[in-house]
């Protein structure tokens, strides 16, 4: 809908263009009109210039070229009449400036009134790859145009799949506020039209413009047919809306709003609401979805995500309506999170002030769930010590903890820490540290008496990290087809063991509630070793936005306590940890890889394990399997795959799979046809019903195309874009 006044400028710019145009002629060099040479030289070609002096008139014939710019003009005859500013082209006119092209048999336009008419015309743009055609294109007034006998479309291919036609266009933007009239609109596929309107309105600004949105249909075997429908609303230049009213069969009818604003680059945001009187469940629901960030003077910021749902389900049976974001966290952690957060950072110190709320998707009620209202931190990055070979940094913190139900408390956290990083004949690296700790709590509202008022907790840090890098740098051989694939001219392999040390000492943190991870700081004495891989690739031609690439990584460790031993999954005191191994493939963007694992050296077994592999070949198929695992809490696997087939066709699917419940949570399998200018897909979505029954079966039908540069119907799943 964008592009409409952006199709009429174009076709008119000649109008605008050719306004300055008799500035420089040549059949040898030739000066016509030297007082518009302020605007830039015009060149005249042609087999035969001819200058009538009484009527002041020009007249090119044969093979006539006109050029200013990126501008230009090619003709059989062209004739100018200077006292009147008519221009008159005929006979092969071709029309271009930059990509886009402008053919016609005709062209009578005034320079100063910029009125006039094209006959025979065809139009190409390149940026949006609009092919538009018109028998008769006038300019009858300020912003008020006339197409007859014309058609539209974005393909290619003669016959195009498909192309609009209209008897008849009339644009008159300041009458009509920016709308045009179309007569007799036909959509074809090939020449077969397959809808006929008697007439037609469509905007023509560029701008964004208030209009209904194409409808969205669907089908679930549960609940029946899904129509959904909006209402695009423009309020402001800088603000906007969209309102919804879908219709979701026998859950009834759900409304939508949608606003979004951008006062400034650096201020903007959207909100979201949605509301429902599901006949289903026989109870109103809703939920709200808000973003916001700002810039304040001297480079202070603020953020929100905000994110409330009135029931846990809603997420399962309206999941289209939650953002990227919130989604994730509720799926991946079971909670629903919001935050509002804001601070300044420097080169060296970064403050934040940020307040989180999170609704617990495990529990029936969450009166007991910990939100922190506000959370406040300062941190000072690591930076010199007075110029000296010392380097300090530091946190400190202050949080307020609060639930309905439960032990509240206020937490101060001091943090500082000093260290000497050294490189020791540019090979050997020594950073050790030392750190102190002060807590301090002030807790009540607790039901059982045990943590009440004022308690403190003093702790050190302690310890090194030291390594050595080996490396070896290789030619690329002319016939490794590695080396070729990805126009690596060197290969590195770096080798670097490392050997860590960690100490912290026993403290007594009984008195001292359990919030999150600073509360309970474990005695620490222990070893940790290991080693880092890296295969590094060197580019034939290095330029600015391309250097030296990691391909792979891979890193194992293990650590030894000489302290409290560690507690192993079946709760057994062990001195060795697990062994843990992480590995990095970067081979994109047609392989890579991302794999991480702990094994137990006394069992001989796995306690986690997830990866994450992604292929891709040059005919865009794509392959995507995930496996996560963790002993006794997960055990699941994610598929996601498109193949091509004949040539414009993918076929595509995505299966979900819990292991450790025995459920299929979800499949997904469809069809996409994929043309030049169009595309059209079916998709299937079948979800399981869950154990607990949290997730109920039901099977979606989803329809969608797009026609090339002009809009879509429905979306394609998000996997399609693997």
């Known amino acids: 809908m964008r592009y409409h006044r952006l199709i009429l400028s174009l076709f008119f710019f000649f109008f605008i263009a050719i306004d300055s145009l008799p500035t420089y002629a040549k059949m040898g060099e030739m000066d016509v009109m030297k007082e518009m040479e302020e605007e830039g030289p015009v060149d005249i070609e042609a087999d035969e210039l001819i200058y009538e002096k009484e009527k002041q008139v020009y007249e090119a014939h044969g093979q006539v070229e006109v050029n200013r710019g990126n501008f230009s003009l090619k003709a059989d005859h062209v004739q100018l009449n200077m006292a009147t500013k008519d221009l008159v082209a005929w006979g092969n006119v071709v029309l271009r400036e930059g990509e886009d092209v402008m053919e016609c048999e005709r062209l009578d336009v005034n320079l100063e009134t910029r009125l006039g008419k094209i006959s025979q015309a065809k139009l190409f743009l390149k940026d949006q790859n609009f092919h538009i055609t018109g028998r008769e294109v006038e300019k009858l007034g300020e912003n008020h145009y006339r197409i007859r006998d014309g058609s539209l479309t974005t393909c290619d291919a003669s016959p195009p799949p498909w192309k609009f036609t209209v008897k008849e266009i009339e644009v008159k933007e300041m009458a009509l506020g920016g709308w045009g009239i179309a007569k007799g609109p036909i959509f074809h596929i090939r020449d077969l039209p397959v809808l006929y309107f008697p007439w037609g309105v469509f905007p023509v600004r560029q701008e964004r413009q208030t209009g209904f949105l194409i409808p969205h249909v669907g089908y679930s075997n549960k609940y029946g047919p899904e129509i959904k429908n909006g209402f695009y609303w423009v309020i402001r230049k800088d603000m906007d809306a969209t309102l919804y009213l879908d219709y979701l069969g026998e859950r009834g ?22 509301f429902i ?8 629901r809703y939920a709200f979805f808000i973003k916001h960030q700002q810039k304040f003077p001297y480079d202070f910021y603020l953020k929100a995500n905000i994110n409330h749902v009135s029931d846990h389900e809603y997420l399962q049976d309206f999941d289209e309506d939650i953002s990227d974001t919130a989604s994730l966290d509720a799926i991946s952690t079971r909670l629903l999170r919001s935050v509002l957060f804001g601070g300044k950072n420097w080169d060296q110190f970064s403050f934040l002030v940020d307040a989180e709320v ?32 010392l380097f300090f940094e530091f946190s400190t913190s202050t949080t307020h903890f609060w639930r309905e139900r439960g032990v509240e408390a206020q937490r101060g956290d001091l943090f500082p820490m000093v260290s000497y990083p050294m490189r020791l004949f540019n090979v050997w690296k020594f950073n050790p540290y030392l750190g102190g700790r002060e807590t301090l709590y002030y807790s009540h509202n607790d039901p059982t008496g045990t943590y009440q008022g004022w308690e403190a907790r003093e702790t050190l840090d302690a310890g090194f990290q030291t390594s050595v ?106 001195s060795f940890s697990n062994i843990r191994a992480e590995l990095w493939w970067n081979f994109s963007p047609y392989l890579s890889a991302r794999w991480d694992t702990e094994f137990s050296p006394y069992r001989g077994n796995v306690d986690v394990l997830n990866f994450m592999i992604y292929a891709k070949d040059r005919r865009n198929d794509a392959l995507r399997v995930q496996y996560r695992y963790t002993k006794d809490d997960v055990k699941e696997i994610n598929l996601d795959g498109r193949v091509r087939t004949i040539d414009p066709l993918f076929l595509y699917g995505a299966f979900r799979y819990d292991l450790l419940n025995h459920y299929r949570v979800a499949s997904i399998w469809g069809a996409e046809y994929q043309a030049q200018c169009w595309s059209l897909g079916l998709f299937v979505e079948n979800r399981g019903r869950s154990p607990t029954g949290t997730q109920k079966s039901e099977t979606k039908v989803k329809l969608y195309f797009t026609l090339l540069n002009l809009g879509s119907v429905g979306h394609k799943p998000y996997f399609m874009k693997l």
């Open 253 to 274: 009818f759900k409304e939508g709003l949608e606003y979004r604003y951008a006062f400034t680059q650096d201020t903007k945001g959207e909100a979201k609401f949605y």
């Open 469 to 574: 890098e080996f490396y070896r740098v290789y030619d690329a051989g002319a016939s490794s087809k590695i080396s070729n694939l990805y126009k690596v001219g060197k290969w590195m392999h770096t080798i670097e063991p490392t050997v860590s040390y960690h100490y912290s000492p026993r403290v007594n943190q009984t008195r001292l509630p359990v919030f999150d991870e600073v509360d309970r700081i474990p005695y620490a004495n222990e070893m940790t070793y290991g080693v880092t891989q890296r295969l590094i690739g060197r580019p034939v031609k290095e330029t600015v936005s391309s250097g030296p690439h990691e391909y792979v990584k891979l890193t194992i460790l293990q650590s030894y306590s000489l302290g409290d031993p560690y507690i192993d999954s079946e709760g057994k005191k062990r």
């Open 277 to 284: 009187d599901d006949w289903v469940e026989e109870r109103n």
């Open 358 to 389: 999170y609704d617990n998707l495990t529990v029936r009620s969450n009166d007991q769930t910990i939100q922190k209202l506000p959370h406040i931190s300062f941190y000072a990055l690591p930076q010199s010590l007075f110029k000296t070979p």
